[in-house]
């Protein structure tokens, strides 16, 4: 008997149509050490505090779909931009080992226009932990537009505390009423953002614990758990610009994990959590479970709370949920730190946050076995901050008197393509005596370089730093302005390894930084007003043995733009509704997807 051949569905003209598309990803299809997502990126009109705004969400959610990965797996990332301007991911905390291409920020990418979708594919070598990511232009974050990602240990790697019984990622993060676009309108004309109009915990507004601080009612997150189970929370500050302390009402919060360290492990009642930072804590749930209880992110160091509206003076609140529960939460929210002028309580707990040296991570091998205070620093770097001045009329924020413009080309590929003028390396070691400039600068580090970074913050708030492609062990900080005599107090053997730190206002931070990752990496403010401002730099750490010796090739789908533009293939424009379909198709396992594809071309 001749097989009929079944009628071109809808289904098997996509499988058909799009077979092309799914070999020319740039990725290989391996089982076992790659996963696959398709992310798409619109608008969408949401009331997070009763108030209607557009909102940047990920395949229709805000926050975005988890991502979640084991130690040394390929992640193979298709992203749909259907905003009406350009956009890239950055994914805050992933390496990129020896793959700058995949960062996802301006000097490395070309943004993704609207309507075009680009694949990122990177490893998530040699790491562990809790990390997230973003769009990185233009204040999109502050719409949303974010989401969480999850390294897990292999298996043949102990994890320093017992399986838990769940798992939540948790995102706090302050948030305005307004357009990400009306926000870069006020910083575009010389103006400050102001108080933020309330705190989201999860894309979501506060619980009603008070009618008069919480005139209206919204839509607020619960976190649904069994009484006697420990459960490990991942909590990211993904906000604008405000730090937030975390706190859970009547519970511990034992910490273990900071952007994929494990921590010496130690109670909290709170923790101060800034803009872009992200720690992981065990709680167990061992109250009684005849209500539920409060879960809290509330500003912190904000003078001006009792002179602004109701919602400039509301907390996050979300709902921890027993599942035996016979009451709401109530009673007053849990106190935070008693010190609202006051940063010593927050930087001292900050010093006690320290690295599990007897715990491996990514490798069998405990992470104190790199000795990291016996190395001698190659060179020093003191990045100064100042609060916002005028360059050319413009308002502007600085490092070193220094305000980045965004460059057009991006730099990787200028570097590549050998072209000159898009950037300089003639970023300061320190700050020098002269009138603040405009540039696209960056620091010519050297490869297998141990290099000191002290960050000064001469401004009145607290900044955090991110920096790309790496982990740096945060040595030390204090009050006053640094110098050579402060190397005497550095951590020299637990200090914290992670990617972003903290500096309180009128203090230093210092970092150590060991340069084994070639490419151009982002030195930024978190801070997104600031950032948005000019507070970034690229630090440039050139392949020794020359292009594609150490370093990854350029990948095949790489974008063109500013002077390399006539380089870029054109690309058909896709619809959600298509790049719905393309999803469909990326869920399918390759057995599945031949199947359908013989079954249509075959008579």
């Known amino acids: ?3 009929s051949r079944l009628p071109p569905t809808p289904t098997v003209l996509l499988c058909a149509a799009s077979l092309f598309v799914l070999f ?74 020896r793959n700058s291409w995949q960062d996802g920020v301006l000097g490395t990418n070309c943004p993704i226009p609207p309507g075009w979708n680009w694949t990122y594919q990177f490893q998530a070598k040699d790491q562990i932990g809790s990390f997230f990511y973003f769009p990185s232009l233009g204040l999109q974050r502050a719409a949303g537009g974010f989401g969480g990602i999850t390294v897990n240990n292999r298996n043949t790697v102990p994890v320093p505390f017992a399986q838990p019984d769940g798992d939540f990622t948790v995102f706090i993060g302050d948030w305005y009423t307004k357009n990400h676009t009306d926000l870069r309108k006020l910083l575009d004309e010389g103006k400050e953002l102001g108080l933020p109009d309330g705190v989201l915990i999860n894309g979501k507004g506060p619980y009603r614990y008070n009618s008069t601080m919480v005139p209206v009612i919204v839509d607020y997150e619960t976190i649904n758990v069994e009484p006697g189970k420990t459960y490990r929370i991942r909590v990211h500050n993904i906000g604008t610009s405000t730090s937030l302390n975390f706190r859970i009402q009547n519970h511990n919060l034992l910490l273990v994990e900071a952007e994929g360290t494990y921590t010496i492990q130690q109670n909290f009642t709170n923790l101060d959590i800034h803009v872009g930072q992200s720690y992981s804590f065990l709680v167990t749930m061992d109250q009684n479970a005849s209500t539920d209880y409060y879960i809290v992110a509330s500003a912190r160091f904000v003078n001006e709370l009792d002179e602004q509206p109701a919602w400039a003076r509301v907390t996050g609140v979300a709902i921890l949920h027993y599942s035996n529960s016979k009451g709401v939460a109530s009673g007053p929210l849990p106190d935070p730190p008693n010190d609202i002028y006051y940063t010593s309580y927050s930087m001292n707990q900050a010093k006690t946050i320290k690295m599990n040296t007897s715990a491996g991570a990514a490798r069998p091998n405990p992470q104190g076995s790199f000795h990291y205070g016996s190395i001698n620093v190659t060179h020093t770097y003191l990045i100064s901050s100042v609060p916002p001045l005028y360059i050319n009329d413009k308002r502007r924020s600085t490092l070193n008197g220094i305000s980045f413009i965004p460059p057009e080309t991006p730099l990787r590929l200028a570097d590549l393509h050998e072209l000159k003028g898009v950037y300089a390396l003639d970023f300061p070691s320190r700050p020098k005596n002269r009138d603040p400039r405009l540039g696209r600068s960056a620091i010519n580090a050297s490869y297998k370089g141990f290099i000191e970074i ?115 293939r054109a690309q058909t424009p896709h619809t959600r509704s298509s790049a719905s379909s393309l999803r469909v198709l990326m869920s399918l396992n390759f057995a599945t997807i031949l199947v359908l594809v013989l079954l249509a071309i075959i008579p």
């Open 1 to 3: 008997m001749r097989l």
């Open 24 to 97: 020319s990803l740039p990725f290989s299809l391996s089982a076992n050490t790659s996963v696959y997502y398709y992310l798409e990126i619109y608008y969408k009109v949401l009331s997070p505090l009763g108030v209607p705004q557009q909102v940047i969400t990920v395949n229709g959610t805000i926050p975005g779909p988890l991502i979640t990965t084991t130690t040394n797996w390929d992640v193979v990332i298709n992203v749909l931009n259907d905003l009406n301007e350009p956009l890239l991911l950055t994914w805050d905390g992933m390496q990129h080992r």
């Open 454 to 568: 002290v960050f000064q913050n001469n401004d009145t708030k607290i900044h955090t730093y991110h920096l790309d492609g790496y982990a740096f062990f945060v040595v030390g900080m204090d009050y006053g302005e640094w110098s050579k005599s402060n190397r005497a107090s550095y951590n020299k053997w637990d200090a914290i390894s992670r990617t972003t730190t903290q500096v309180y206002p009128g203090a230093w931070t210092a970092v150590l930084v060991s340069l084994d990752n070639v490419g151009i990496w982002n030195l930024r403010s978190e801070n997104l007003d600031r950032w948005y401002l000019g507070e970034e730099l690229y630090v440039r750490v050139a392949d020794p043995g020359g292009y594609n010796r150490t370093e990854m090739m350029v990948p095949d789908n790489v974008l063109y733009c500013g002077l390399l533009s006539a380089l870029q």
